[in-house]
């Protein structure tokens, strides 16, 4: 990522790509209060600079039936560099997991899996996770509900 130093506007068009990644070049230049072809400018540099890695739409998970959200976490038998590696591929491969987060302390991962129902998670832990080889504890927990869901990071712009 490029050092570069980011000033007030810079932020400001941070805040607001995070919070809409659809607004238009003309509305994210009146938000940030500069003119469109500067905006544009700033916002292919800010790019550029690895500051913004993508943008993608929100779905809604239930509307396309995946009615379960779980949390799994995975103790491996080993932690050498080759089975953790493998491990990751693995994860990579399974489209229901959405997250994957490699932690310190008592467990090595912590997966986000989406299913389509109770069974459908089940058999995902049980015919999938649990089966792959490294695998030696696999604890789980269902969502209930999402109490606050804000993606990215807490952008602070200056007054």
């Known amino acids: 990522m490029e050092n ?45 600079a690895g500051y913004i890695e993508g943008y993608h739409a929100d779905l809604n998970g239930k509307a396309l039936g995946f009615s379960v959200t779980g949390f799994v976490f995975v103790g491996l038998a080993g932690q050498k560099d080759a089975d953790l590696k493998h491990f ?18 008592e467990v090595d991962f912590l997966l986000k899996v989406v299913a389509a129902d109770l069974a459908a998670f089940q058999s995902f832990i049980t015919d999938t996770l649990t089966a792959e ?22 952008v602070t712009v200056p007054e």
């Open 133 to 154: 080889k490294n695998v030696a504890s696999v604890k789980s927990s269902l969502m209930i509900h999402v109490s606050k869901n804000e993606p990215g990071v807490p």
């Open 88 to 105: 990751e591929d693995r994860v990579r491969s399974w489209p229901q997991v959405r997250e994957c987060y490699m932690l310190s302390g």
């Open 4 to 48: 570069r130093k980011l000033d007030a506007i810079d932020l400001r068009i941070l805040a607001e790509l995070q919070a809409d990644g659809r607004i238009t070049n003309v509305e994210l230049s009146r938000r940030a209060k500069i003119t469109a072809p500067p905006c544009l400018r700033r916002m292919r540099a800010l790019e550029k």
